[in-house]
């Protein structure tokens, strides 16, 4: 009898706990819910909804004038507990690119509401990308369609919150020709070739012949001689996922389906196939199952925060 009492409130616990977690679950992963939406539903639960205070921190996010988000930005974040605003930091981003970032706060803060969200492209809403935790620690996101994103980051109501936001935006990849940059980059894509029959499915990267030629992901290798792209490699990462394309090459230094990590040196650059007696250059490529893909954002320098 003493242990089936003493059991009774563990039990009540763990139900309690079993519950708290079947409703985060429910309000996260089902509802897209963030934890701000979930203490707003807790003070309309509360009673509160009706009241002008609530009204306003409800509003604030909307009612936030937007900031701009260039290549790099930082922001010193300073909420008094005495007023009712948010703070909205928007960017427009494309496929290929990185999203990276760095909430820090002051010892003495409370808690904060900060999100990573999207816009839906056929209407003016958006959608939680992922929680923004404000733990010092550098946190990226891969965009894998062009679209509007926003940082919005709010106080619960009647709390201080005192930190600081850093963020960077830059390309997912790196770029696969050793040393080169971005003004080593012609033929972009898309540009009629061959009197407009067909168009440039990838970019040129000039540099000189024999440059080193790296891996941008882990994956496999696959080696093809001869037509338009002379000597190419073909580097897969999955069996579903894209494929980068090198060619023009002067040479392999990677075997024949060897795999090989991101940064290993698979080959030289050249100007086989159709480049032959042109400039030596990289065509680099990316195709997914939908087709060939701009590699350009995605082998911009990788973000770097300050």
Same mark, same amino acid.
């Given at each position: 009898?003493?242990?089936?009492?003493?059991? =009774?409130?563990?039990?009540?616990?763990?139900?309690?706990?079993?519950?708290?977690?079947?409703?985060?679950?429910?309000?996260?992963?089902?509802?897209?819910?963030?934890?701000?939406?979930?203490?707003?539903?807790?003070?309309?639960? *509360?009673?509160?909804?009706?009241?002008?205070?609530?009204?306003?921190?409800?509003?604030?996010? &909307?009612?936030?004038?937007?900031?701009?988000?260039?290549?790099?930005?930082?922001?010193?974040?300073?909420? &008094?507990?005495?007023?009712?605003?948010?703070?909205?930091?928007?960017?427009?981003?494309?496929?290929?690119?990185?999203?990276?970032?760095?909430?820090?706060?002051?010892?003495?803060?409370?808690?904060?509401?900060?999100?990573?969200?999207?816009?839906?492209?056929?209407?003016?809403?958006?959608?939680?990308?992922?929680?923004?935790?404000?733990?010092?620690?550098?946190?990226?996101?891969?965009?894998?369609? =062009?679209?509007?994103?926003?940082?919005?980051?709010?106080?619960?109501?009647?709390? *201080?919150?005192?930190?600081?936001?850093?963020?960077?935006?830059?390309?997912?990849?790196?770029?696969? #020709?050793?040393?080169?940059?971005?003004?080593?980059?012609?033929?972009?894509?898309?540009?009629?070739?061959?009197?407009?029959? %067909?168009?440039?499915?990838?970019?040129?990267?000039? *540099? =000189?012949?024999?440059?080193?030629? #790296?891996? #941008?992901?882990?994956?496999?290798?696959?080696?093809?001689?001869?037509?338009?792209?002379? =000597?190419?490699?073909?580097?897969?990462?999955?069996?579903?996922?894209? %494929?980068?394309?090198?060619?023009?090459?002067?040479?392999?230094?990677?075997?024949?389906?060897?795999?090989?990590?991101?940064?290993?040196?698979?080959?030289?650059?050249?100007?086989?196939?159709?480049?032959?007696?042109?400039?030596?250059?990289?065509?680099?490529?990316?195709?997914?199952?939908?087709?060939?893909?701009?590699?350009?954002?995605?082998?911009?320098?990788?973000?770097?925060?300050?």
């Amino acid at each position: 009898m003493l242990v089936a009492l003493w059991a =009774k409130p563990v039990w009540r616990a763990q139900a309690e706990h079993t519950s708290r977690l079947a409703l985060s679950w429910l309000a996260h992963d089902v509802l897209g819910w963030s934890d701000r939406d979930i203490y707003a539903a807790r003070l309309r639960l *509360a009673g509160l909804g009706d009241t002008p205070s609530v009204q306003r921190w409800q509003a604030a996010p &909307a009612d936030a004038t937007p900031v701009g988000l260039g290549a790099r930005h930082s922001a010193d974040l300073d909420f &008094a507990d005495d007023t009712i605003r948010a703070a909205v930091y928007t960017l427009a981003a494309e496929r290929g690119q990185q999203l990276a970032w760095r909430l820090t706060s002051d010892e003495t803060s409370a808690g904060l509401f900060a999100t990573l969200e999207r816009q839906d492209p056929a209407a003016d809403t958006w959608s939680l990308v992922t929680a923004v935790a404000a733990d010092g620690e550098i946190h990226r996101v891969d965009v894998d369609a =062009k679209a509007r994103y926003r940082f919005v980051l709010q106080p619960r109501l009647f709390e *201080a919150f005192a930190g600081r936001l850093v963020t960077a935006r830059g390309g997912q990849l790196g770029m696969p #020709v050793a040393g080169a940059a971005a003004r080593d980059i012609g033929g972009g894509f898309g540009v009629a070739r061959d009197g407009g029959a %067909r168009r440039h499915e990838g970019i040129d990267i000039f *540099a =000189k012949a024999g440059t080193p030629v #790296v891996a #941008v992901v882990d994956g496999r290798v696959s080696h093809r001689n001869g037509g338009l792209g002379g =000597k190419t490699i073909f580097l897969s990462s999955s069996l579903t996922g894209p %494929r980068y394309y090198y060619a023009h090459l002067s040479a392999y230094t990677s075997d024949d389906g060897a795999r090989v990590s991101a940064g290993d040196v698979i080959g030289r650059v050249g100007n086989t196939g159709n480049a032959a007696g042109g400039p030596p250059h990289l065509h680099f490529g990316i195709y997914s199952r939908g087709g060939a893909i701009d590699p350009a954002p995605f082998i911009a320098p990788r973000p770097a925060l300050r």
